[in-house]
């Protein structure tokens, strides 16, 4: 019923920036917060940023004050500004939406996830 559409991964040298974006579509009400997850190669995966309704914002340590999370309530977007990258920030990056969904005349809320982006920054 609702579908994630990520883009904006590629590859940047380091020290470089990317933006990534996310468009959510379907029997949406609202998407209630938006998070970006990553995943190194051979490793875990792990919340990278997170922005609620109201705003709030969560970071990760190792992208504090590199990293802007944001949405667009309008266009049920969202987007992760990613400034000054590291090779540590290679991953697959995930955007993950908290969606009120509309179904049937009643509203429930749902988690879904995007089929993942990359990003490989090189020195």
């Known amino acids: 019923q609702v579908h994630l559409a990520e883009s904006g991964g590629g590859l940047v040298q380091a020290g470089g920036s990317l933006r990534l974006s996310c468009a959510a579509s379907?029997?949406?009400?609202?998407?209630?917060?938006w998070a970006w997850y990553r995943q190194p190669p051979g490793q875990q995966r792990d919340l990278v940023a997170r922005?609620?309704?109201?705003?709030?914002?969560y970071y990760a340590d190792s992208v504090q004050g590199r990293f802007t999370i944001s949405r667009d309530k309008y266009k049920n977007m969202g987007f992760l500004q990613m400034n000054d990258l590291r090779s540590e920030d290679t991953a697959v990056y995930y955007c993950?939406?908290?969606?009120?969904?509309?179904?049937?005349?009643?509203?429930?809320?749902?988690?879904?996830w995007g089929t993942g982006t990359s990003v490989t920054v090189f020195s």
């Open positions: 993950v939406a908290d969606v009120l969904v509309i179904g049937d005349g009643e509203y429930y809320p749902e988690q879904y």
């Open positions: 922005i609620t309704a109201d705003e709030s914002t």
């Open positions: 379907g029997s949406i009400y609202s998407v209630d917060a």
